[in-house]
């Protein structure tokens, strides 16, 4: 499996719903939809349940004021 | 042209190949890229890949250790076997001792759409042909396993390279299973690993040739690649097949080709050229805008948006941050297009080019729906 580090969830823009994941993939920054049929997601989501992944809240100077 | 029919090869052409069943006169193969033409990751380059890495389009790495490996579409630049122009090289970086645990392998996973047709997982099973050209500097039995994409039940079985550094053609029957959990949808439905190398956990742990759960990479006494500094393994006609029969690799167009590999994975990139754009969005305020970015081919799923990082001016309009600000809905199919949200500067209410900054240097945008 490929290294999934520093994890955080982000918003749809103006608003506090989540859009995805900001997570980097072997060291690469990416961004991971919230789809149950993409791998990296379920891979993500896997190793949250392991415990060996948090994913952080999303930051609140992205949401709507 | 003549040819020949009975009722144990099918039909016999006078070139000495044969097509043994009534599928074999369509689409046969179920290998996507399996001629290593398609490299759009690396375009020739050559890489060390972690696990899970792609190298070429469509072949995934797989490695227990780091920087054991390196890949490259033609590798050392010999020659490909007899009416191919691409192959897939895999080159030891060192002289690992494996541990128990350890498993190398380049694979392939396939999508459930192209074996639903398959049966397998029930009674009705259909046997399959793999047939493959590789060339090693290393010669012996080498391992090879088919697993079904839940990754309980798995096929081990081996072939051998009798003569070092020399195109060796190899085809092997598979019966189906009547076991194993295989997608029939975007799921993945086998997959297909070729060993490089595997500690004693998965080396003659299960029975050759037959269907059992677990996983197996390979015989007791099989060469482990990864274990002699600079060995070569080279890889290419790949070609999955209904039949017992393995029929001549199925050549496509270059363009049908790569279109079925943008279906997993698409790059774009400014060539380390300038002011390269690759969407065209609008500003909602003087800090914020999204630009939408549609796909050559509806992907297999919602992809994972890759990117460099917007900083130290790789991007255009000052951006500082890239993410994905949603997916917007086509008719039936979401998945060939995307919103990119921007954070940079902006004049609210306007447009802007999401394109690389005044750089000479690489920088992209990509998106993998990968198995």
Excluded: H
Excluded at chain 1, 42 to 56: D, R
Excluded at chain 2, 169 to 180: A, E, F, V, W
């Amino acid at each position: 499996m490929k290294v999934y580090t520093n994890a955080q969830y982000y918003y749809i823009p103006n608003t506090t719903i989540n859009c995805g994941i900001k997570v980097e993939i072997n060291g690469f920054e990416s961004c991971v939809p919230l789809d149950p049929s993409n791998t990296d997601y379920i891979n993500i989501m896997k190793l949250v349940q392991e415990g060996q992944l948090t994913i952080a809240p999303a930051s609140q100077r992205d949401a709507a004021s | 042209m003549s040819f020949a029919v009975n009722g144990t090869t099918g039909i016999t052409f006078n070139d000495n190949t044969n097509m043994a069943t009534a599928a074999s006169l369509g689409p046969r193969n179920r290998i996507i890229n399996g001629n290593m033409v398609v490299d759009q990751r690396n375009n020739g380059g050559s890489v060390t890949p972690t696990n899970g890495q792609y190298t070429i389009d469509r072949w995934q790495y797989s490695g227990s250790q780091t920087s054991k490996f390196t890949a490259q579409q033609n590798a050392a630049s010999i020659t490909p076997t007899s009416g191919f122009t691409n192959y897939l090289g895999l080159t030891s970086s060192s002289s690992y001792s494996v541990v128990s645990s350890d498993y190398f392998a380049i694979e392939q996973k396939i999508e459930g759409f192209n074996i639903a047709d398959l049966g397998w997982g029930t009674s009705n099973a259909k046997t399959v042909t793999l047939s493959f050209w590789v060339r090693s500097s290393l010669t012996g039995t080498f391992g090879l396993t088919l697993r079904d994409g839940g990754e309980s039940v798995c096929f081990p079985t081996n072939y051998t390279i009798s003569s070092a550094n020399t195109w060796t053609y190899i085809q092997l029957t598979i019966t189906g299973p009547s076991t194993g959990t295989y997608s029939s949808t975007n799921g993945t439905g086998i997959e297909v690993w070729f060993g490089l190398g595997y500690g004693s956990s998965y080396t003659g742990n299960l029975t050759q040739n037959t269907w059992s759960s677990g996983f197996c990479g390979q015989p007791s006494g099989a060469q482990n690649i990864v274990s002699t500094n600079g060995a070569t393994f080279y890889i290419t006609g790949v070609q999955l097949e209904v039949g017992s029969v393995a029929t001549p690799y199925q050549f496509n167009t270059y363009s049908d080709q790569l279109s079925q590999c943008q279906r997993y994975y698409v790059k774009y990139t400014n060539n380390s050229l300038p002011y390269v754009q690759f969407a065209i969005g609008r500003c909602y305020s003087t800090t914020g805008g999204s630009a939408n970015l549609y796909f050559p081919v509806p992907m297999r799923t919602q992809p994972t948006f890759g990117y460099t990082t917007p900083v130290s001016g790789n991007f255009d309009y000052s951006l500082s941050a890239l993410n994905i600000s949603g997916y917007p809905s086509n008719g039936s199919n979401s998945n060939n297009n995307i919103s990119i949200g921007a954070t940079g500067s902006f004049t609210n209410g306007g447009a802007f080019a999401l394109a690389a900054a005044n750089i000479s240097t690489l920088v992209y945008l990509d998106f993998s729906a990968e198995l």
